[in-house]
């Protein structure tokens, strides 16, 4: 059962669950195409998550209650709103050696060997859940149980852009140089964001991704 909570004086934040389960992704998604398709007017932005949907809006355009009742309305009829199948994106990763820096690490980890890590993460479909945290990181959803590891305890200060990496139950990639504790297991030169676009982000909420093996790693 979903709640609504008043966050702050202007933003709502509707929980589907406490945990990272696909019910509740998939409220997140129809929800997120709901009131970015048909949007009362005083909504400024939606921030998705895992189980969540961070709703931010102007109170100078519209009484706060009035808007929570919205979006009870809304989320009653939620079960019977289609969700729409994401695009499919194959991305090719060069995994191990200095493009995978922590594939041995998450091998010894998990008792699987390094060539068993790969073929698990090549072999299912991720969800991208939400995109955060740097402009373009797709959060992924589906990583196989046997992979999930925790983060690093010490993380780097420069991770390099298309690193692939997985963390706890979480996979994904950085679209950029930055910081970040994850495991790497792989890199790719797919392009997550591109500033010159109209819609810079590659991936939405909604899209899949399948990982192909580009080569190894050196």
């Given at each position: 059962m979903a709640r609504l909570v008043h966050a702050s004086d202007r933003a709502l934040l509707v929980v589907f669950d406490d945990a990272i389960t696909a019910a509740a992704g998939n409220d997140?998604?129809?929800?997120y195409e709901w009131?970015?398709?048909?949007s009362p007017a005083a909504i400024v932005d939606l921030h998705p998550a895992y189980a969540s949907l961070l709703v931010r809006y102007d109170p100078l355009r519209c009484d706060p209650d009035a808007l929570a009742r919205e979006l009870e309305r809304r989320l009653g009829s939620l079960p019977g709103r289609p969700l729409r199948e994401g695009r499919l994106f194959e991305i090719p990763v060069r995994y191990?050696?200095?493009h995978g820096p922590d594939l041995a690490e998450v091998a010894s980890a998990t008792g699987l060997s390094e060539s068993d890590v790969v073929t698990a993460h090549v072999g299912g479909v991720f969800d991208v859940r939400f995109v955060g945290f740097s402009p373009g990181f797709p959060y992924l959803a589906g990583l196989p149980e046997r992979l999930h590891t925790p983060r690093r305890e010490a993380p780097r200060t420069h991770v390099p852009a298309g690193s692939v990496a997985i963390a706890g139950a979480q996979a994904g990639i950085y679209p950029m140089r930055s910081p970040g504790g994850w495991n790497v297991i792989g890199r790719t030169d797919f392009v997550l964001f591109d500033s010159t676009r109209r819609n810079p982000a590659t991936l939405a909420p909604g899209d899949r991704v399948r990982f192909l093996v580009a080569g190894s790693g050196s």
């Open positions: 997140v998604r129809v929800l009131l970015s398709n048909d191990g050696g200095s």
